[in-house]
């Protein structure tokens, strides 16, 4: 647990939650502690080669603390906590990550609906390692420009 | 156009981790939109490993976290006297606070049980038992005490 959190008691564990709204997030929280002035701090558990944290990792955050703060309405951190655990390892080292503010949130929010009815030309991938494992290396023009 | 409908449908909802592709690479995003979740052997292999890593994390997290929960072994052998709260407090207030002492209280927590149910076809055992926890009782007590922390309520 981070030592931020020692004084906080687990509040929600393994949860799921939905926002309402255009459109509707929904969000498994791994926990989420409550501290003595009864705000809420994410934690998500990673299982990765690195430790290492990613923009991913803060955006899922991020979609947790929305979906959470608008089916509950309790006030949620504006950081959360990634616990990384890597592959082999037992020892799990926490990394401290500042979320998304609400218009960032809608931002990619809305983006992802414009890639989806093909409004907007999607980006490249965060790195061009990531084509080397990608399922759709075949499909992607990207991903085979890579791959040669 | 049943597929389009469809389409449009899913759209308006979206999970945490289909968001966070996002900040993995958007074609992949469009790519999982039209043809499903495909995945690689080794990312299966992720998946489950993440999955049984997640299983544990909740499972610690419950037991680190649970308020004020049973003391199986000590509350067969003493009830719910103060030998009890003695234990409980030291393990709310001494072992909860560490990695070590965590492991510790799941170990417990997974043996226990199968412990009590064995104690309970050997009565004779409990007496056995009273005198073997009265040291760690003392030791619990001296150290609780040494600490500063909060006696048994």
């Given at each position: 647990m981070p030592q931020d959190l020692r004084?906080?008691?687990?509040?929600?564990?393994?949860q799921l939650f939905r926002s309402t709204g255009p459109v509707a997030v929904s969000a498994n929280v791994d926990r989420a502690y409550r501290d003595q002035a009864g705000v809420l701090t994410l934690v998500e558990l990673k299982t990765r080669n690195a430790d290492k944290v990613y923009l991913s990792d803060v955006i899922e955050l991020s979609a947790q603390r929305h979906a959470l703060h608008s089916q509950t309405g309790e006030q949620v951190s504006e950081h959360g906590y990634v616990v990384v655990q890597r592959v082999g390892a037992t020892r799990k080292r926490v990394h401290r990550v500042k979320l998304l503010g609400d218009e960032q949130f809608s931002l990619i929010v809305t983006r992802r609906e414009r890639l989806l009815i093909q409004a907007e030309i999607p980006g490249p991938p965060?790195?061009?390692?990531l084509c080397e494992h990608c399922a759709y290396r075949s499909e992607c023009k990207w991903g085979a420009r890579r791959s040669r | 156009m049943k597929a389009a409908a469809k389409r449009r449908r899913r759209s308006t909802s979206v999970s945490a981790s289909e968001l966070a592709q996002m900040g993995v690479c958007e074609r992949l995003v469009v790519f999982e939109h039209r043809y499903g979740t495909r995945g690689l052997p080794q990312q299966q292999a992720a998946i489950e490993r993440s999955r049984r890593a997640h299983e544990r994390f909740y499972r610690r997290g419950r037991i680190a976290s649970a308020p004020l929960g049973r003391c199986f072994i000590a509350t067969m052998v003493f009830g719910e006297g103060p030998e009890t709260q003695t234990l409980r407090a030291f393990r709310d207030?001494?072992?909860?606070?560490?990695p070590t002492g965590r492991r510790l209280i799941v170990t417990y927590y997974r043996i226990a049980p199968g412990v009590c149910r064995m104690l309970v076809r050997q009565p004779w055992t409990h007496s056995v038992l009273r005198i073997a926890l009265r040291p760690v009782i003392w030791l619990a007590l001296r150290w609780l005490s040494a600490t500063g922390a909060r006696r048994a309520p």
């Open positions: 004084a906080s008691r687990l509040a929600y564990a393994e965060r790195s061009a390692a | 207030q001494v072992l909860r606070r560490g």
